[in-house]
C-alpha cells in the first residue's frame, strides 16, 4: 500500500512567500503560487486556505542558513514567522535547509526560457526546498506497481 500525504512547501521571505505542492504520493514537487506578504494575518490565513483546499499533511519551510553553518537575521525571521503558522493549524510544520535554492531556482528558470521575474524565483525555490525534503524523506518510493517488473 503506498502512503499518501501531501506536503506544502515555503520559502518565507519579507516580500513574498514562495508556495509548493507535492503530489497526492509526495514524490514530486512543484511550484504553486506566491503570496505577497501584507504583514498580517492574511499571510497566514492564505498559507492555511492552501492548506485546507489540497488537504496538506505536513508544512515544510525553508530555513535560510549561511553557507558556514550559522543562522542570521532572515533565519530569525523565518523561525518566528513559522512559529506563528505552528500555532494556528494541526499540521506538522518541519524546517529544511534552503542553502542555495534562490540560486538554483534561477538558474532552473533561466533554462525553462520563462520570463525572469522575481515572483517565479520564490515559487521554484519553494518547490526545490519541498523536494529536497521529500527527497531525504522518502528515498526511492515508488508505487508498487513499479517495483515488479514483470507486469507490463
Known sequence: M????RSLGLDVGDVR???ALSDPL???ASPLTIITRGGGTSDYDDILKIVRDYAVELIVVGLPISMDGTE???AHKTRSFTGELAVRTSVPVVFQDERLSTVEARRMVRE???TERKERY???AAALIL??????ANPAVFPDEALDPGQS
Open 131 to 136: 523536494q529536497d525534503y521529500l527527497d531525504a
Open 72 to 74: 542570521g537575521a532572515q
Open 112 to 114: 525553462a526560457r520563462k
Open 17 to 19: 512567500v514562495g508556495v
Open 2 to 5: 503506498v502512503d499518501i500525504t
Open 26 to 28: 509526495g514524490i514530486l
Open 122 to 124: 520564490d515559487a521554484a
